[in-house]
């Protein structure tokens, strides 16, 4: 199918990969910072199975396929995109500086030449700002982002770590509150990250890529991937959040 297609030719397996190591980070994180340290092994041993690509793939390209089924649109030009030279160099750039992020030194440099850029109005700046924006790649994590973290809310809900004294709409109040804060921080790491994984690509060619961007058919493909996402992650983050009830409440995971 389509969908088939795309998920190969966009090797969304692989990207799946580098979010189960994301998923290791960020579990190790909220092991040290919520958890304070309980239940170490069998938390990890959560969190890898949570994350696991294998699991996460097939939900993924179900929920992929029913999105864009539900638009009947041609994707065969999207697909040859992405099998071309560019196309498959952009992709391969995505998921190399997506992967070596992953190290705190080097998000923290990409975060420094996105600083100085922005204080020297480098002009390719504005080319990676435009993209960011004709994808909507802003607002469409902040939306995924916070339902994630109130499907984590819920988990810890689930697992008894969160008790009647603190209502659903104490914590939608609370999720709400953490808006603009994802939001400036997924501006500052979309564009971080994207400076740094097209800085191999010419302005011509990171023009050309815009350019293809704005298709309608993209523009398809975009808003099925975000929506497959959300609900995959939305899922990982209510799992999360109730192995992570489960610690605090005192059971075994």
Avoid: C
């Amino acid at each position: 199918t389509d969908a088939d297609d795309l998920v190969a030719v966009l090797k969304l397996p692989e990207i799946f990969g580098v979010k189960a190591e994301e998923g290791a980070d960020y579990g190790q994180k909220n092991h040290e910072a919520m958890l304070d340290g309980a239940s170490g092994a069998a938390w990890t041993t959560a969190v890898a199975q949570i994350y696991a690509p294998e699991r996460l793939m097939p939900e993924f390209t179900q929920n992929f396929a029913a999105a864009l089924a539900e638009t009947h649109t041609d994707l065969k030009p999207v697909i040859a995109f992405f099998g071309s030279d560019l196309g498959a160099q952009a992709t391969a750039l995505e998921i190399s500086a997506r992967r070596a992020i992953l190290d705190p030194d080097v998000e923290d440099a990409s975060r420094l030449t996105l600083e100085e850029m922005r204080a020297e109005e480098n002009p390719r700046l504005g080319l990676i700002e435009t993209f960011v924006k004709v994808n909507d790649l802003v607002e469409s994590n902040v939306s995924n982002g916070l339902n994630a973290n109130l499907a984590f809310y819920q988990g810890l809900r689930d697992a008894g770590a969160i008790g009647p004294e603190m209502s659903e709409s104490d914590v939608l109040a609370e999720v709400w509150s953490q808006e603009e804060a994802i939001r400036a921080e997924t501006d500052i790491w979309v564009n971080a990250y994207l400076t740094m994984a097209y800085a191999p690509l010419s302005e011509a060619d990171l023009g050309r890529y815009i350019e293809f961007t704005r298709r309608p058919d993209v523009r398809i493909v975009n808003r099925a991937m975000s929506e497959a996402y959300g609900k995959v992650f939305t899922s990982v983050s209510r799992q999360l959040g109730r192995a992570a009830g489960a610690v605090l409440a005192g059971q075994n995971l």
